[in-house]
């Protein structure tokens, strides 16, 4: 089978890793998958990159489209930093994409933010070809946003936006909606479906206006078992340069400044763990400043680390991983830390707790809670003999649920019944 992804990165940030890692699985398991991406980072030769027409016609298109989504972008970057993703549904490359697909039986779409203009690319769908719409947030049910919160305006048609602060109905929230509705009514019968890595998500799907006429799937993300795995404490501490003896709490995330991904919040937690003694924490990822690293406990940033192995070493120097988001699908970094049998403390929100289960891969409390937060990760530091239980339990899962095969042969069941 010929499948072909669409992607606007291969490996830049937790959704685009996740269309990568999926297209990987499928040419594991014997068929050949593609990924084609607006930007390509990555060495991997299955990796295409669009090359975008040169023609005189096309280029002064571009030009022009380019002037008119300025206007939309310089008011989407005008809100405080750290704001919550927020995206236009129109790109300056229309549906050129299209013209460059390789020969496919399915079409596989990711996070496509930038890639293609929803209007002119779902009319011109070559036909006959199932669409498949892998979704890693909310934002092709709703009017921009990635994650709507507490929201619920994506179950009509949006408008007086809590993200653009907006009062006005017919704000640029209401105006996407309406494109993306009219877009998704071009579509045949039957001719594009999603898929959610969460069963949070596909609850979304449901409840959305933009969602809810199409058929939707829940599979699972999944990584790869041999690259993340545990290894021995000590060298992996010595590797990287971190106190032995410490108790290690690690955070990872490709936007640590983004509002929704809570870094402020475990810094509160931190401050509430002063008894534990050589407490140190290890941060990985981008966007994190001098401001964010303040407090009582010391915390060394890593940067970002995109090879899979060295991330699995520093998973496996830490002794719990946390994540403090407050809206999230199924995060990367939980299934990571899951493999490598880190046990994980984390919000209770969107599809978290279906990777950390309470008592058994790690510890969910109420979301924005910073001293049941605290208190989760000092109950783990304290008692060894449940983290290692907590640990076995995490490998056991990651190998029986998330493998890269697993993934991959789930998504050939759905192919093969769209195909007939």
């Not at 981008?286 to 970002?304: K, Q």
């Not at 530091?381 to 493998?403: F, K, M, N, W």
Request: glycine share 8%; hydrophobic share 35%.
């Amino acid at each position: 089978m010929r499948i072909t992804h669409l992607s606007t990165y291969d490996i830049a940030g937790g959704a685009v890793k996740a269309a990568h890692r999926l297209s990987i699985g499928l040419c594991r398991v014997g068929h050949e998958s593609r990924l084609l991406t607006l930007y390509k980072e990555s060495s991997d030769p299955t990796v295409l990159v669009f090359d975008p027409p040169r023609d005189l016609a096309i280029r002064l298109r571009r030009a022009l489209k380019r002037r008119v989504l300025e206007r939309t972008q310089k008011m989407i970057h005008s809100r405080p930093p750290g704001s919550a993703f927020f995206s236009d549904d129109r790109s300056q490359h229309n549906a050129d994409i299209l013209d460059q697909l390789p020969p496919s039986d399915i079409l596989n779409l990711h996070w496509i933010v930038d890639f293609f203009d929803y209007g002119s690319f779902f009319r011109r769908l070559p036909r006959g070809i199932p669409v498949v719409w892998t979704l890693h947030d909310m934002n092709p049910l709703t009017g921009g946003c990635h994650h709507a919160g507490d929201c619920q305006s994506f179950r009509a048609s949006c408008g007086a936006c809590p993200q653009l602060t907006s009062k006005a109905e017919n704000d640029l929230s209401r105006q996407i909606w309406n494109r993306k509705r009219r877009a998704y009514g071009s579509v045949p019968q039957g001719a594009l479906s999603f898929v959610t890595p969460s069963r949070w998500l596909e609850t979304k799907v449901k409840e959305s206006s933009l969602g809810a006429g199409f058929p939707v799937n829940v599979i699972p993300y999944g990584v790869d078992t041999e690259n993340f795995r545990p290894q021995d404490v000590q060298l992996a501490r010595q590797a990287l340069g971190v106190p032995i003896h410490g108790r290690i709490i690690l955070f990872s995330s490709y936007f640590a400044r983004n509002s929704y991904k809570g870094f402020p919040l475990l810094l509160e937690a931190l401050n509430r763990m002063r008894s534990i003694p050589n407490l140190r924490a290890i941060t990985v990822g981008g966007g994190d400043s001098d401001e964010y690293r303040e407090g009582t406990v010391p915390i060394r940033s890593l940067g970002l680390i995109k090879d899979e192995k060295q991330m699995s070493l520093v998973y496996s120097a830490a002794d719990v991983f946390a994540i403090p988001s407050l809206q999230d699908n199924l995060p990367n970094t939980a299934i990571e830390a899951l493999a490598c049998g880190i046990p994980t403390v984390a919000f209770a929100v969107g599809g978290v707790p279906e990777i950390v289960r309470n008592g058994l891969t790690g510890v969910t409390v109420s979301p924005g809670d910073s001293e049941a937060l605290a208190r989760a990760m000092e109950d783990l530091l304290t008692d060894p003999e449940r983290r290692a239980s907590i640990s076995r339990e995490c490998r056991r899962v990651a190998l029986q649920e998330y493998g890269l095969e697993i993934q991959g042969r789930r998504y050939l069941e759905l192919y093969r019944t769209l195909l007939g």
